[in-house]
């Protein structure tokens, strides 16, 4: 081969991949904002925010508070808005004091979103409620459930509620975008199967039949990797954002909690 195609033969290889390379890049810098989509500030019909001061954060919790023992934590998917459900949850669970978390970024909240903050920030808010209320369920809807699974592996958690869940963050991103290293790019990988095994509470699990989103196949993964095996509801026809448009999503998922 002569020197100018060796040259022009380099050229086209060297190319797409400094163009692949780049868009790596870009994508390792960018991350967070691709996985975090914090929404502004609202109303939550029937609640009142608490101010939560955390390490480095103050989190605006829209709370139901009751007398009793029992509680809800709630945490949103990565672009919910968690105060325009609490009414809803409010009129069916009366029994329950109710806390739904704007993560750090979202909705009045200060701080960064980031797994380890908002891990760090759903076990202090346990800790601080514990004592008022010692048996706390949670729920964690899509994003939420990597917070939720990470929070019952180290605490007592009286009833586990995953919607949309994954298995891990890192496997639905390889799922969307099997052309991309995303298990050398991610920072934040909610690898929530790994974490399972330490989760001893009753769990229910909804799936949305039609998400869009989690693939089928990474909720299953994630029910396989349960050492007491969960209960499983598949709304049929849902989606990933509409399922709690179907009447059976609240009414099952109320009925696993008031048990």
């Given at each position: 081969m002569t020197a100018p195609r060796l040259r022009a033969t380099l050229i086209a290889l060297l190319i797409p991949a400094g163009l692949y390379a780049g868009l790596?890049?870009?994508?390792?810098?960018?991350?967070r904002s691709q996985v975090y989509f914090p929404v502004g500030e609202s109303a939550a019909q029937g609640a009142v925010s608490?101010?939560?001061?955390?390490?480095?954060?103050?989190?605006?919790?829209?709370?139901?508070?009751?007398?009793?023992?029992?509680a809800l934590i709630y945490f949103g998917g990565n672009a919910e808005d968690v105060g325009a459900s609490i009414a809803s949850f409010a009129e069916r669970l009366p029994g329950h004091s109710l806390y739904f978390v704007n993560?750090?970024?979202y909705a009045?909240?200060?701080?960064e979103p980031s797994e380890s903050a908002l891990v760090g920030d759903a076990i202090a808010l346990?800790?601080?409620l514990q004592a008022r209320h010692p048996k706390i369920s949670v729920l964690g809807r899509s994003l939420g459930s990597g917070v939720a699974v990470q929070l019952a592996s180290s605490r007592t958690v009286d009833r586990l509620v995953l919607v949309t869940p994954f298995d891990s963050l890192v496997n639905v991103a390889r799922a969307h975008f099997p052309w991309l290293p995303v298990r050398l790019l991610m920072l934040?990988?909610?690898d929530s199967a790994s974490r399972m095994p330490a989760v001893q509470s009753p769990a229910l699990v909804v799936v949305a039949e039609e998400d869009e989103v989690v693939p089928r196949?990474?909720?299953?993964?994630?029910?396989?990797?349960?050492?007491v095996r969960p209960r499983v509801l598949v709304l049929k026809g849902a989606g990933h954002n509409d399922l709690d448009?179907?009447?059976g999503y609240l009414r099952e998922v109320v009925d696993f909690l008031a048990r």
């Open positions: 790596c890049l870009l994508l390792f810098f960018t991350q608490m101010s939560f001061e955390t390490e480095g954060a103050t989190l605006k919790v829209w709370t139901v508070e009751r007398p009793g023992s029992s993560y750090r970024g009045g909240s200060t701080g346990y800790d601080r934040d990988r909610y196949a990474r909720t299953d993964a994630l029910v396989g990797a349960f050492s448009l179907d009447p």
